[in-house]
């Protein structure tokens, strides 16, 4: 499994949910993006204070990878602008503001908003 393909399941999933009407056009519907080091390419993990942290266990599950449900979550909540997925503890950090300061740590992804659907 590559960093791609989960990249890909993100948009997708943000994408199909504002096609099946779950979201509609101006609703607020994001497009995020795995978030990486413009000097070596390594993968970056937000570090600023967290606004909102859920379990993915306490997301609805349909069989989606867990960032996607992590993607989805901030998809539905307005002020939601970006998310860590954190593998270790199986955990979804949102931010409701751009985070300032980011370092690559293990077993964290960091996802940014890349445009709103409209």
């Known amino acids: 499994m590559t960093v791609n393909w989960w990249l890909a399941a993100v948009e997708l999933l943000v994408l199909m949910s504002a096609a099946n009407g779950t979201l509609s056009p101006g609703d607020g519907g ?14 970056l993990c937000a570090v600023s204070e967290i606004n909102q942290t859920a379990s993915v266990n306490d997301l609805p599950a349909d ?26 503890n199986y955990a979804c950090l949102f931010f409701y503001y751009l985070p300032t300061t980011c370092q690559t740590i293990p077993n964290c992804l960091y996802y940014q908003v890349t445009k709103p659907i409209n």
Not at 66 to 86: D, G, L
């Open 63 to 88: 069989n989606l990878p867990p960032q996607v449900r992590c993607a989805r979550h901030c998809t539905s909540h307005t002020p939601c602008h970006s998310f860590n997925y954190r593998s270790d």
């Open 30 to 43: 994001k497009a995020f993006r795995l978030a990486v080091s413009s000097s070596d390419g390594s993968v």
